[in-house]
């Protein structure tokens, strides 16, 4: 159980297009995700809090227009890195919380942008 | 601000051998500590730790805390390459946020 999934698993993408990437809890719901963003040899940093119904909370120093986070349902939150630069390139990680402390991670979303 | 230091950054030993890896940590508003074992993609859960002195065990992996110290070890006994990965050790806040270190780069090499 507690099974997350993310897709696309790696995207490419031309400077100036968005992107969008999905994030599922497959066999649970999750009222909270969180997404996260790692840069080769750094450790997760975390993005934002996507709350199921709201506005997600976005981390000092993120930009919330750049990195659209939606999240419509107890299943499914999506992030949306508009007008994407060469700079965004990154692993992208969600993870989903059924209602206790633990968090479970997707897969990870690789994206280069050229 | 909350903290998660972690040593060593790097790490390469022999099959068989035992490792040590050291998580220390600054926080306003502890909820938990937990380890994550990060190999090409996202990480896998591998223990959440809440109260001092009272060891997790799976298998060849262990892991204890001390919230009077503030750190955390995870130990790994008779090393095998499939032990080979990342290592984080993250802090659980109030809101469910985690707070990751740099992790430790593990190499068990044959």
């Known amino acids: 159980g507690a099974v997350v999934s993310q897709h696309p698993s790696w995207v490419i993408c031309k400077s100036g297009t968005s992107v969008k990437i999905e994030c599922r809890s497959l066999?649970?719901?999750?009222?909270?995700m969180f997404w996260y963003r790692q840069f080769p040899k750094q450790s997760l940093m975390l993005m934002a809090t996507?709350?199921?119904?709201?506005?997600?909370?976005?981390e000092q120093g993120v930009e919330k227009d750049k990195f659209l986070i939606n999240h419509a349902s107890l299943t499914l939150s999506t992030l949306t890195v508009t007008s994407a630069h060469p700079e965004d390139s990154s692993f992208y990680i969600c993870?989903?919380?059924?209602?206790?402390?633990?968090?479970?991670f997707g897969p990870g979303t690789r994206l280069t942008v050229l | 601000e909350d903290k998660v230091v972690q040593s060593p950054l790097s790490l390469v030993v022999h099959e068989g051998d035992t490792v040590t890896l050291n998580c220390s940590y600054e926080?306003?508003?502890?909820?938990?500590l937990l380890w994550y074992k990060q190999e090409k993609k996202a990480p896998t859960f591998l223990f959440m730790l809440?109260?001092?002195?009272i060891e997790k065990k799976s298998g060849r992996l262990s892991s204890i805390l001390d919230k009077k110290e503030l750190f955390s070890i995870l130990n790994i006994t008779a090393t095998q390459t499939g032990d080979s990965a990342i290592y984080l050790c993250?802090?659980?806040?109030?809101?469910?946020?985690?707070?990751f270190g740099e992790g430790t780069q593990l190499t068990v090499n044959p």
């Open positions: 993870s989903a919380r059924p209602g206790w402390n633990e968090q479970f």
């Open positions: 066999d649970f719901q999750a009222t909270t």
């Open positions: 996507s709350n199921e119904g709201s506005k997600a909370t976005y």
């Open positions: 926080v306003t508003n502890f909820r938990s």
């Open positions: 809440t109260s001092s002195g």
């Open positions: 993250a802090l659980g806040t109030s809101g469910s946020r985690l707070t």
